[in-house]
């Protein structure tokens, strides 16, 4: 049986391969290099959005840095390619959520029914595929599904009623709990740092799936189960309307995350299957 095997000039040079031959060299080859097995690590900082950002919309307001957990991410992944062109990514992260409308909760004329903040711990495992859409470049394309399980270990939601024409105000504050499944898209740019590290930057959303008591990221909508004066706050779906009469366009709870990932990826070529390097200076033929 014969093979060939070729001897590279430079480190920098790839060892690329496929099943099927390419239809004008018969040489086996692949659309892109990071289209491999691999392990990585990602560090992420995160940005809040949902009920507790007020209306629930990202950077309705404005941009709010207490909705900011700066290295609030990190993710373990393993790679397997998937096709030429894709790697799927097997993953689980765990990190930390929070946020917090009081600057704009001081600024809402009296009686005031808004002010919401929440913190938060979550482990989320995933599923998603990495689609590189050129030939020898790093640019990829993200798309996934996750499941979140949050731990709501402090929330505090204002509640105002009225009792004999008079406005009084209810704290509904504990801890509590969400199990959320949820959709990832991202976009990020790998650069191969040796023959088997590449490091790459992504910038993802992801965006829960519901809105429901016990299925959020932040304590809201509450069940009447979840504080001690047993009122149920906030509706399930669609707008909603406060004690005040006021109307909310209310949206799914999600965050935005950029962060650093560092991979190790490798190889294993079939025996007896031809090879091509870029950048080659020879070519030696055995039996």
Partial sequence: MNSMSIEARTGRDRVIWAGKANSNTGLYTTQNYFVSQGVSFNGSAMYYFGDADNEGVAFNGGFNLKNMSLGGGLRISYNMPAGNCCNMRYALMGGTLRGNNKDMFDNLPTPRDDYRSFHSWFVQPSVGVEYYPF?????????????????IDQFQYYHHITVQNETQYISLEGHTYGILPMVQLGLGYSWRLSESVVLSLELMGQEGLVDAHYMNLDAYPMASGQNKYGI????????????NGKE?????????????????????????RNTQVYGATKVRRRR
């Fill in 135 to 151: 030939t020898r470049a790093g640019f990829y394309i993200y798309g996934g599904i996750a499941l979140t399980i949050s731990i």
């Fill in 232 to 243: 149920e706050k906030g509706s399930v779906g669609g707008k909603w309307v406060d004690a």
């Fill in 248 to 272: 909310h366009l209310h949206w799914n709870d999600g965050w935005f995350q950029l962060g650093l990932t560092l991979a190790y990826k490798w190889r294993e070529c079939e025996y007896c």
